[in-house]
């Protein structure tokens, strides 16, 4: 399998270039998150993430030693993004997210990998693919993925607490199955810290991870309840009345109104 993951690995723009700048320099780098997650699925990924064992200054360094320009908008996390064979690339140093409260977080760079894996969402988000095409697995993302399972990390009332965008993420992920493996525990933790996350993430930052959510291959499996193919979600009749009581047009006129049409 690992032949397979480096030759789908190596077709995409940019990938050989990325992995031999930092061969060189005897850095490793891996890639994480979607890039990892659609490759074992077999889908395609628009930017690719990867993480990477050196500090974001040697990163930026390196990269503009080699003629490439980088994207510096999120340095205070650690992170760059860069273009290479019009790909878009973000490189993320190791890092250990502190006093995480809402989308606010402090940063202490590491050198260990699962520190690093144990700071990200949902287990198949926590997957890493080296550039000879081995996949590390940490939590057991890649069962969860044939099991069909959405699973946080960790104490799932903590890391919602952590980042309310985690909710919104979490019923993402439910569309990239066909028939989800719900774990039966988390509708009423995240039931009861759903209302939390309009206090904490903003309305522009909900619409944008709803209209990923269409996106999906099974994208009505994010919206409608389980038990009831033809009901809507209570986040997704929350998050209407949130969003008319706002007068967020925008999200009314160019988000619900595109779920609206999946039910029908």
């Not at 930017?47 to 503009?64: F, H, P, Q, Y």
Request: charged share 35%; with cysteine.
């Amino acid at each position: 399998m690992n032949k397979y993951y480096l030759s789908y690995l190596s077709k995409i723009p940019g990938v050989n270039n990325i992995i031999s700048i930092f061969e060189k320099e005897n850095t490793e780098l891996r890639f994480v998150g979607g890039v990892v997650r659609n490759l074992v699925l077999g889908r395609k990924s628009k930017d690719i993430d990867c993480a990477i064992n050196i500090k974001v200054d040697e990163v930026i360094k390196i990269l503009r030693s080699n003629n490439y320009e980088t994207n510096d908008y999120a340095k205070k996390y650690g992170c760059i993004s860069i273009i290479i064979e019009d790909q878009k690339f973000e490189i993320t140093s190791l890092r250990k997210d502190l006093n995480q409260k809402g989308r606010k977080t402090e940063i202490e760079y590491t050198n260990d990998w699962k520190i690093d894996a144990k700071r990200r969402d949902f287990t198949f988000n926590a997957l890493y693919l080296r550039s000879n095409g081995e996949i590390v697995d940490y939590f057991e993302g890649l069962k969860d993925l044939r099991d069909n399972k959405v699973k946080f990390i960790g104490e799932i009332e903590k890391s919602i607490n952590e980042d309310f965008l985690r909710i919104f993420r979490y019923y993402r992920f439910l569309g990239i199955f066909k028939k989800p493996n719900i774990i039966k525990e988390y509708d009423t933790i995240i039931e009861k810290n759903f209302y939390k996350s309009f206090k904490n993430i903003s309305k522009e930052m909900i619409r944008a991870e709803m209209l990923k959510m269409i996106e999906n291959p099974y994208a009505l499996n994010s919206f409608v309840d389980i038990k009831n193919n033809h009901q809507k979600k209570y986040w997704l009749l929350m998050t209407e009345k949130y969003f008319i009581n706002k007068k967020y047009k925008l999200g009314l006129e160019k988000c619900l109104n595109k779920i609206e049409v999946l039910f029908n």
